[in-house]
């Protein structure tokens, strides 16, 4: 596609349960950003992955939350555990390198029941 | 704590007026973008800018970059109901990799 995809766009689980949030970034893109923003917030760094090395986790709130990234293509945010605080919107975001323009998916909106 | 604080946090505005956000930091950035978000959208790049004491136009928007790299500011003229939205600064911290973002500036421009 011609931009970033992620899915999906809501999804509504019940406290406790694992999620699984996809995002599939722009072709040829190496650099690939996970956000979160909460209602009214600005966005908050969660995971950041370039090219083929290792990615710079610094921003996740817990061990319950993971990301993985095959190569330059899709990555995957898993929350595990989930907690009605993880109500948010998640933003994905790739870039041709890590200075060029981020370019965002529509996000997909997490809400814990 | 927040690598870039941005003011206001948020700002509501009669059409026609002007005003300007700011995004500041106490780091070095090597380049550092402004992002506009509409609601229910991911953000969106307006401008890019590199070097210190840089000034981008944009239609009615001014951005500025600071003579040393750790401030910004966007001015806007002559405000329209369009401009409504998340304003989003970002940057790139000298020597690190990952982009970090300001919490946002949240306009309204009532008409």
């Known amino acids: 596609g011609a931009g970033v995809s992620q899915s999906p766009s809501n999804k509504v689980t019940e406290k406790g349960k694992d999620v699984e949030l996809r995002c599939d970034p722009i072709?040829?893109?190496?650099?690939l950003y996970w956000y979160r923003q909460r209602l009214g917030q600005g966005l908050e760094f969660l995971i950041y992955?370039?090219?083929?090395?290792?990615?710079?986790k610094s921003g996740l709130p817990s061990d319950r939350f993971s990301a993985e990234r095959t190569g330059e293509s899709v990555s995957t945010l898993t929350i595990q555990r989930t907690q009605q605080e993880d109500s948010a919107v998640y933003l994905c975001?790739?870039?041709?390198?890590?200075?060029?323009?981020?370019?965002f998916g529509q996000g997909t909106r997490l809400t814990v029941v | 704590t927040q690598l870039l604080e941005q003011s206001p946090q948020f700002l509501s505005i009669q059409e026609g007026e002007n005003l300007t956000v700011y995004c500041n930091s106490s780091s070095v950035f090597s380049s550092l973008q402004w992002y506009r978000q509409e609601p229910g959208e991911g953000p969106v790049l307006l401008v890019t800018v590199v070097t210190g004491g840089e000034v981008k136009k944009l239609k009615r928007l001014t951005f500025q970059f600071g003579d040393a790299r750790k401030d910004s500011s966007l001015h806007i003229t002559a405000a329209q109901p369009g401009d409504t939205g998340l304003y989003l600064c970002a940057g790139i911290i000298q020597g690190a990799q990952k982009l970090v973002f300001g919490q946002g500036t949240r306009l309204t421009i009532n008409p």
């Open positions: 975001a790739s870039s041709l390198n890590r200075i060029t323009e981020a370019f």
């Open positions: 072709s040829g893109h190496t650099a």
């Open positions: 992955f370039q090219g083929n090395s290792a990615p710079d």
